[in-house]
Every structure is written in C-alpha cells, then in structure tokens.
C-alpha cells in the first residue's frame, strides 16, 4: 500500500514539471538568443561592420564649349559609350578657318614690310596655338581633378593623379617648346621684328585663330558616358553652356556611409564584400581605399567643404556616419554599375572566423532582400 501511495504522489509532480518545463525551455531558449545576438551586435559593429547606406560615384563633368557657333557633327546619342578624346560635337569650322587665314595674311604682309621669315612665324604660331589648346585641355582635366579631391581625398586612385599630373606637364613643356620655336623665328626676324608693334600684334591674332579652331573640337574627356543629351544638328552653341553631361567611367567607387562606431578597426585596404539593387544574390569584392576625415555639421556658411551625410534622428540618436571609399575589383561590377545606384557593403575588419561567418551570411541575406525591396 506504501509503495502504491508513493507512486500515487509521484505521478502528479511528474506531471506538473513536465507541464513547466517546455516553457522554461522555451524562455531559456528565446533569452539566450537575445543575448547570443546583443553579444553578436555589439561585436559585429566593430569588427565586420554592414551598412546599407552605400551608393556608387562617379566624375559628373559638364561638357561646355570654348567658343560658339553651330553644330555640324553629333557623334553621340543619349547614353553613348565614349573613349577618351573621341571627337563628340563639332562646330563649324569655316568661320574659325577664315579667321586663321585672315590672320596668316595679316602677319605675312607684316613680315614682308619688315623683311622676315613669315612661313618660319606662322609655323611657329601655328604650333604653340595647338600646344596651348592641349595645354588648356589638361589644365581642366587638372582643375577637376584637384576639385574631387578637395571634396573627397580618397575618390581617385593615386595613378589616376600621376596621370592627369604628368599630362599637365607635358602640355607645359609642348607650350613652353613651342614658345621657343616662336621666340627663335621672331629673332631671325632680326631687331626690328621683336621690337615691331604690329608683327607682335598680328602673331597674337593667329594663335587666338588656331586656338578658336581648337576649341571648336568638343573631345571626351575620358572613356565615360553621355547623359542629359537633347541635342542635334543646327544647334548653335553658345561658349560657356553646356551641351550634355559626362560620366566618367574610368575611375568608378562605392561610398559606404558608416556609422562613427564601425570605422574603429578599418584599416586601408581591408576586405570588402557588397552587392548591388541590380543585381540581386550576387556578391562581389573590394578593398577600402580611404576612410573620411570629416563630414559636414550642417552649418549652411560651411556649405560644400566636407561631404554631408544624412543621419536619422529617432527615439535613439543615430551615430554620426563617414564615407568609407570603396576601391571595387570586380569587373562584372563595374559592368553593372551606374552613378548613384545602391549598394550593400560588408566590411571583413578583422581575421575573427566567427564573425565573419555571420556577416558571410548576412551580405548574401541581403543581396537576396533585393528582389522585395
């Protein structure tokens, strides 16, 4: 009868604990993956950093004429794939050509009333009127280069600044070749010709000719793309106004805006995976090329002299965010790519094997996100 009892007993405090304890486990459970996932977030932050802040930039670069006139060839069409200094509008040359050989008779007469060589000149005048145009020509690539850079110290690439450095110096040196080979034709002009009003005068006008015939060329830039296009034949261009926008595609980089807490352990060159709105489920690579040193506060009289990054305000302030620069290495990405596009980034900022997994699975988690977004 006692061990009947007992078993009696038993029973019922077996069955209440089978009744607590699913959802003790459950709870046990559901806690220690909050935790497992706080722990992860606090960590991932630091060392393999995710932002969906990201987009891809590009150089925008207005193509503007030196002089007017009208239009007679349109070697392009919206969205046309350029090469760099491929022939894209052409103005009418005949007014520039008459005023070139204008100039050449004017400076020939001047030179058979002083007696000097007048074809030794024009060749002289010819050739350092297309060494300025060249020299002008890289003088702007220059200018926009340094412009870049002054806005975002890591966009381009240090090859991509000895290049535009060392054609500016070679232009200088055409120029300055150039001068000489004029400087010596006016010596053999002999005294009078270097100190003669009208030959100077006459020489000035035929390199403003061949640098107005120069100009009349508009080139591309680099390789890079036409947009904003609605022009044709017969449009009279006016100097200084644009006649389509280029994007440049020789130099093309993610700008990842992340959080001030991530940046802490990315380094130059760390490894970088990302994938794109346009393509979903795929993931491609990159390195960081430079991380930001400042972005704008929102004070409207420092406007345009550091990058603003837009930030969320909420119950939660969001960090302050930098522009990490995203050197790409896929060139299936590059095919994809378009200036202003979206982008997802995951930045592999230690050798942790954990983290890393996790964040593995996240950028490939988000890629596939795309398709609903």
Not at 160 to 169: G, M
């Amino acid at each position: 009868m006692s061990e009947e009892k007992k078993t009696t007993t038993e029973k019922p405090k077996e069955e209440s604990k089978k009744k607590v304890d699913p959802v003790r486990r459950i709870t046990r459970i559901v806690l220690a993956v909050c935790i497992s996932i706080f722990i992860w977030y606090l960590f991932a932050d630091r060392f393999a950093p995710y932002t969906d802040q990201a987009r891809i930039k590009t150089l925008v670069v207005p193509l503007v004429p030196r002089v007017s006139g009208h239009i007679t060839e349109v070697n392009v069409r919206l969205h046309s794939i350029v090469k760099a200094d491929q022939l894209l509008f052409q103005l009418d040359k005949e007014p520039f050509e008459l005023a070139i050989r204008k100039a050449e008779a004017d400076l020939e007469n001047v030179a058979q009333q002083v007696g000097a060589l007048t074809a030794t000149v024009k060749s002289a005048a010819g050739r350092l009127g297309v060494s300025k145009a060249q020299l002008d020509r890289a003088q702007r690539n220059f200018d926009r280069t340094q412009k870049v850079l002054a806005k975002n110290p890591g966009a381009l690439s240090q090859a991509d600044k000895d290049r535009t450095e060392t054609s500016l110096a070679q232009a200088v040196e055409k120029v300055s070749s150039a001068e000489a080979d004029l400087e010596k034709a006016k010596q053999q002009l002999g005294t009078s010709g270097d100190d003669n009003a009208q030959l100077r005068a006459a020489i000035v006008t035929l390199e403003q000719a061949q640098l107005d015939l120069a100009f009349s060329s508009v080139h591309a830039p680099s390789k890079g793309v036409i947009e904003s296009f609605n022009i044709d034949l017969g449009y009279y261009a006016q100097a200084g106004q644009p006649l389509a926008t280029f994007i440049s595609t020789h130099d093309v980089w993610i700008q990842a805006d992340m959080r001030e807490n991530n940046i802490g352990n990315i380094e130059k060159g760390a490894e970088v995976e990302f994938s794109l709105d346009i393509a979903p489920g795929q993931i491609f690579n990159g390195s960081v090329r430079s991380i930001g040193y400042g972005v704008s506060s929102g004070d409207n009289n420092n406007r345009g002299t550091l990058p603003t990054v837009s930030s969320s305000s909420g119950w939660l302030r969001d960090p302050q965010r930098f522009p990490v620069i995203i050197k790409i290495e896929d060139d299936e990405a590059l095919k994809l790519m378009r200036s202003g596009g979206q982008a997802d980034v995951l930045i592999y900022a230690s050798s942790n094997p954990i983290l890393n997994l996790i964040g593995w699975f996240q950028i490939r988690i988000s890629s596939w996100l795309s398709y609903v977004r």
